[in-house]
């Protein structure tokens, strides 16, 4: 056990190089300048024993990062949301319905957001956004499923979250969540790959220090989906997922898998209390 936390602990050091370190910006973040976001808590919840405070990963973006979500004119990931108003109201499948023909406006879905993943008590298991957007269309439009990373599908979680904004986190860890969250709490600690660094290693350790030139968030989702500078384009939870677990040069799951749901719970239950911010702006 002491050598592996002796090899995580190396495989830090090099990555973080001279472990260059800064406070998370002090600022605060008014979409509009009329919804107002909670971006930083002064206590995380007592079920998670690593962090005191909880910071949206907003905070740890450059000031031009940072000022392209104060305002939806200069944030792109708005271009999706109104892609997805037309989807919206566009009927697809063999049933001749679009969301709207059931739900009426996208706001009818306020709300939702804040509380995903949560227990299907119909299907009897772990649902995310992504799930109960692909069995409205499977089951009751007679539409085709979505791929987790369509674009057509991302656009619409973020059209779904932009609904929500401002709302704090506040996803179920208890009754039928509670297994989902004790496998994605595991997961949170296992150390993956050569490297052999744990999400905690990165995002609970070590946030505030910088990889790179990139300055370490704490992880949180409650952003997503998030527009990221780096490929132009709007990003699922679970790709954020795949792209950090490869980045210790590891195998990774699959969207959609087991793992990552229950990593989603636990991951989404760490940002309880922090505003839905999605669609966000990242690097
Ligand atoms: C034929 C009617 C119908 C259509 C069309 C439809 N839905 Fe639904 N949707 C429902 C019903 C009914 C529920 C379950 C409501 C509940 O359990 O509270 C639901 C649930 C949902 C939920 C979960 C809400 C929650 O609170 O858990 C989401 C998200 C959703 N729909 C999105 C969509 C989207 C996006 C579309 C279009 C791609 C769509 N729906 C099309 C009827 C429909
Ligand atoms: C080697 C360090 C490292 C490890 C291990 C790691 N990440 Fe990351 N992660 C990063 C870096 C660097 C970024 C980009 C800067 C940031 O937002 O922290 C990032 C970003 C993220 C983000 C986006 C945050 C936002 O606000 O946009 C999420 C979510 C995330 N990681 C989750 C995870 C999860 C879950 C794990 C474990 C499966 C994990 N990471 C493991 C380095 C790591």
Redesign the pocket.
């Known amino acids: 056990m002491k050598i592996r936390t002796l090899a995580g602990s190396v ?2 050091v090099a ?1 973080t190089g001279m472990a260059t370190w800064a406070d998370p910006a002090e600022d605060k973040l008014v979409i509009n300048g009329e919804i107002e976001m909670i971006t930083h808590t002064e206590k995380a919840p007592d079920y998670i024993e690593g962090l005191s405070e909880q910071y ?3 905070h ?2 450059d000031a031009d990062t940072r000022d392209m979500e104060r305002d939806d004119f200069d944030n792109p990931g708005m271009l999706a949301v109104d892609a997805a108003k037309e989807v919206w109201n566009t009927a697809d499948g063999t049933e001749g319905k679009s969301c709207a023909s059931c739900h009426g406006e996208p706001e009818s879905l306020r709300g939702v957001r804040a509380v995903m993943p949560k227990f299907n008590e119909a299907k009897g298991e772990m649902y995310t956004l992504e799930m109960y957007i692909n069995d409205c269309r499977t089951e009751r439009m007679g539409a085709e499923a979505w791929g987790w990373n369509d674009a057509d599908m991302v656009n619409m979680t973020a059209l779904i979250s932009y609904v929500s904004r401002g709302i704090p986190m506040n996803v179920a860890i208890d009754g039928p969540a509670a297994p989902y969250w004790e496998k994605g709490k595991e ?2 600690y ?1 150390r ?2 050569q ?1 052999e ?7 609970e350790d ?2 505030g220090n910088y ?2 030139a ?11 989906p ?1 527009y ?1 500078l780096k490929n132009a384009r709007l ?1 699922s ?1 679970h790709s ?2 795949k ?3 490869r ?2 040069r590891a195998e990774t799951f699959k969207e959609g898998s087991p793992e990552f749901i229950a ?1 989603e719970v636990y ?1 989404a239950s760490r940002g309880n209390g922090l505003s839905v911010e999605g669609p ?1 702006v ?2």
């Open positions: 495989a830090l990555l949206s990963g907003w740890f973006r997961m949170y296992t993956y790959g490297l660094l744990s999400c905690a290693n990165c995002h070590n946030y990889i790179r990139d300055h370490l968030s704490q992880g949180q989702i409650n952003g997503f998030t990221r990003n939870i954020r997922f792209g950090c677990i980045d210790t990593l991951v966000s990242r690097n």
